[in-house]
DNA sequence: CTGAAAGCGCTTACAG
DNA sequence: CTGAAAGCGCTTACAG
């Protein structure tokens, strides 16, 4: 270690001086070791470290690839915040579905190669997978009523519904999101709840998997005659297939059928017509999951939640008031 | 090393086993590291391995914090691939534009913690950032000629004037996406080559950012009489925007003005009209990417470029022939 | 084909 | 407040 002898130190001195930035040393011995460590633009090896103190300073972020497309919001905002305490990421991608993802995060562990893991996508039961291991889903946090309160996800859905029903609608459809997603399972559950509370009438919810395609095949497949004035769609995408069978079986929207999105996409606001939805901040979506799984690393208590909402309803062209309503 | 032991041997020859997989072994050697690796579930460990190496096994993905969404497809790819290869990958979400991203590429190089750089958007000029240090930019991998044949992601763009052209159109509009990105300059480059090439006409090019937005702002923008028949937009969401202009300002899609987009996301199959696009195997191009980075790491030579085409060109309803044309 | 010695750059007690 | 000793788990020559 050149810096401790230009220091006129000792290399102990010196990682000291980084660990605790110098906290508890004579303010001289400090000035030298900087002067030192500018000249020689020097930078600990972080390696060297990681093996004495068995920690590893890396989280693991398992991606699944199947998706088409992924907020890189989440996962920049997620990188931002790790960087910013002191982790590197690790990207793992994973092919195959949610049986190959715990097979590689049992692995990861195994190999203790990182301190913690964040899953983009559904993993399934965490308790068995990896018990004590910090492991966050941010697909899941919305599991975590202690963090979020219950039903975060859900209150949005709940207004959907609710805006609905006071534009007269009384029979809707719900095309939910893949069901191992519990952010579908959840918006399943609310609207289930909603129209029960609210006296009103589902004439079903079509099993969907996020694609545009089962939001164009439920409209497809929906009789003639079901009396379904408001469709309630797991997401963007699968509002735009909503949409497209709308069209080709002739119904207009919002004219005869309200259609709402979820994601607020750039393409909602350009498709016609513009797709109601819902505005969801990415980014603190990103840095909170990040938050809460390095509280775990460090086995500290769990940051509190943000206090404002993540979530935001964009009203456009797509819903409008019930068929019968209208003048 | 307690599988040392266990096998009857010395470290160094476990240590041997696991670099050359036996190799020059002999085979009752083997069988007993086998037995004890299997018995102890024995990982080596890495950084231990890459402290004295001086090799990280590590690649930095640099990400933007800008764009929406980004395919993971790529990514998933590009890190199965690392994986297969015995690297892992770094994510470093960057925010702000270019410079940073710049900056954060030079600390990563300096510290020393990765052997290679991938990043997903474009940081100008390479030679400079890092000469001589294994670096690849996947939005500018079409830029490496010798890897590619010489415009490779402009030949669809050739493609798409020419089927324009033997449809009846003759005056054109391109949406180009952001100008740092080569993506963008080589359409808008083949675009302005094929319209001289076929003595065709270009009414002009909207500077754009990938964004809906600039598509529909052209759109709104072009003169009553401006004669165009046909738009070429930059990516599948300038188009979606593109067409909400057109049915604002009342031109049907295809009879008045026929689109084409860019990357067929599956939105580009269910919108109306459902948009003709371009396919881009994302999967391959993440997959390349990382083999073209690690021959750099290796200082191998650069491993082929796949024969087939990774783009291809997607017919819809968006498309047809120009108004005069019509019956 | 395999083992004993030395060292990668750091941190961790332990003295002083 | 700072330094000398020991060791994290591996690999690298060097012998044998």
Redesign the interface.
């Known amino acids: 270690m050149d810096v401790a002898r230009l220091a006129g130190t000792s290399h102990e001195t010196v990682s000291r001086y980084f660990r605790y930035s110098g906290m508890g040393m004579k303010a001289a011995t400090i000035q030298r070791i900087e002067t030192a460590v500018k000249q020689l633009?020097y930078?600990p090896?972080?390696?060297?470290r990681?093996?004495r103190t068995r920690v590893?300073g890396?989280i693991a972020?398992v991606?699944?690839?199947s998706?088409?497309?992924?907020?890189?919001?989440l996962?920049?905002?997620?990188?931002?915040t790790a960087?910013e305490n002191g982790f590197?990421?690790?990207?793992?991608?994973?092919?195959g579905g949610m049986a190959s993802r715990r097979k590689r995060i049992q692995e990861l562990i195994?190999?203790?190669?990182v301190d913690g893991v964040m899953s983009i996508s559904p993993v399934g039961d965490v308790s068995e997978l990896a018990p004590g291991f910090p492991l966050v889903v941010t697909a899941e946090y919305d599991d975590d009523m202690r963090a979020l309160g219950a039903l975060a996800d859900g209150s949005p859905t709940a207004e959907i519904i609710e805006s609905l029903a006071e534009l007269g609608h009384r029979r809707f459809l719900h095309v939910a999101g893949s069901p191992s997603w519990s952010s579908a399972r959840n918006r399943r559950a609310v609207y289930l709840e909603t129209i029960t509370r609210l006296g009103l009438e589902s004439f079903g919810i079509a099993d969907g998997d996020w694609?545009?395609?089962s939001?164009?095949d439920a409209i497809m497949n929906l009789p003639h005659d079901s009396g379904v004035t408001a469709v309630f769609a797991a997401s963007d995408?699968v509002a735009?297939?909503v949409?497209?069978a709308a069209?080709l079986r002739e119904w207009s929207v919002p004219e005869d059928l309200s259609v709402w999105g979820w994601d607020d996409?750039?393409?909602a606001?350009?498709?016609?017509p513009?797709l109601s939805s819902v505005n969801v901040d990415r980014e603190a979506q990103g840095r909170h999951s990040m938050l809460r799984l390095i509280a775990k690393v460090r086995s500290e208590p769990e940051p509190e939640f943000p206090s404002y909402s993540l979530n935001r309803l964009v009203v456009r062209e797509s819903t409008g008031p019930a068929p019968d309503r209208r003048a």
């Open positions: 633009d930078h090896n972080l390696i060297a990681s093996m590893t890396r972020v991606l699944p690839a998706t088409q497309s992924m907020p890189s919001r996962l920049t905002a997620a990188s931002v960087h590197s990421l690790e990207i793992v991608g994973v092919e195994g190999w203790g190669q694609s545009a395609e939001g164009f995408v735009i297939g949409l497209r069209r996409l750039e393409i606001r350009f498709s016609t513009a």
